[in-house]
Nanobody, 126 residues
Framework: QVQLVESGGGSVQSGGSMRLSCAAS???????????MGWFRQAPGKEREGVAA???????SYADPVKGRFTVSRDNAKNTLYLQMNSLKPEDTAMYYC?????????????????WGKGTLVTISS
């Protein structure tokens, strides 16, 4: 059974940094490497939005609000996805979700996903 578990959320002041992790289970190392992996977020009272994605070949895609501040990466040996968040702003406050789908094509940050984690809360204070 496929499972995605996020970790690393918490509270930090504006301008600070945080790294989120997403551990995937239920995939073999080979199949995990073929996944399109992404991060999404949902702020209170707002719709869920795509933040960043990384394709099976390591190419990345970012939403405009996070470009230059967030970096998505993956470690296929550990079946783990990361999101390094720098220069955090209060508007980055949200529940952050890890998501995945099989794809051999370029993975865009807004692509539909088929598997989801339960989320980790990120709170940025001003």
């Amino acid at each position: 059974q496929v499972q995605l578990v996020e970790s690393g959320g918490g509270s930090v002041q504006s301008g600070g940094s945080m790294r989120l992790s997403c551990a995937a289970s239920g995939y073999t190392g080979y199949t995990y490497s073929k996944l399109c992996m992404g991060w999404f977020r949902q702020a209170p009272g707002k719709e869920r939005e795509g933040v960043a994605a990384i394709s099976s070949d390591g190419s990345t895609s970012y939403a405009d609000p996070v470009k230059g501040r967030f970096t998505v990466s993956r470690d296929n040996a550990k079946n783990t996805l990361y999101l390094q968040m720098n220069s955090l702003k209060p508007e980055d406050t949200a529940m952050y979700y890890c998501a995945a789908r099989y794809s051999n094509s370029f993975c865009r940050y807004y692509d539909a996903m088929s598997a989801w984690g339960k989320g980790t809360l990120v709170t940025i204070s001003s």
